[in-house]
Every structure is written in C-alpha cells, then in structure tokens.
C-alpha cells in the first residue's frame, strides 16, 4: 500500500468525481473508501471535502 502509484497526481477533479464524492460522504462511506472508490489520495479527498465543507465519517 504505500508504494501505490496514483497516476492522477494534481489532476483536476471532475463535475462526476465532486458529485460522487457528495454521495458517498453523505451515504457516510469513510475516507479510506471513498478514496479508493475515486481512484484519488486521501489526502485529496479530504483536501477536496474541506474546501466544500463536507464531513467525512470517521471510521476506522
């Protein structure tokens, strides 16, 4: 896992990626999964949500 390449490095988000990723979140999937669900970092993701201030549950 953490030699994972992500190809999508810096990569803008789409329309259908936010639109996905307000789905999940809502549906409370966890960042982990989210990420994987959107081919994207978690860092990303949770980069992403705060700037549309979206929680993301915290499920370990």
Known sequence: ??????????Q??????VQK???LAKKGMGLKGI?????R???SVK???KE???NI????
Do not use: I, N, V
Not at 57 to 60: D, E, N, P, Q
């Open 57 to 60: 549950a915290k499920l370990r």
């Open 12 to 17: 803008p988000w789409t329309q259908d990626e």
């Open 1 to 10: 896992m953490a030699g994972e390449r992500f190809e999508r490095h810096k």
């Open 47 to 49: 980069q992403r949500a």
């Open 41 to 43: 970092t978690e860092e």
């Open 52 to 54: 549309d201030s979206l």
């Open 21 to 23: 990723l307000h789905t």
């Open 35 to 39: 990420a994987k669900a959107l081919t």
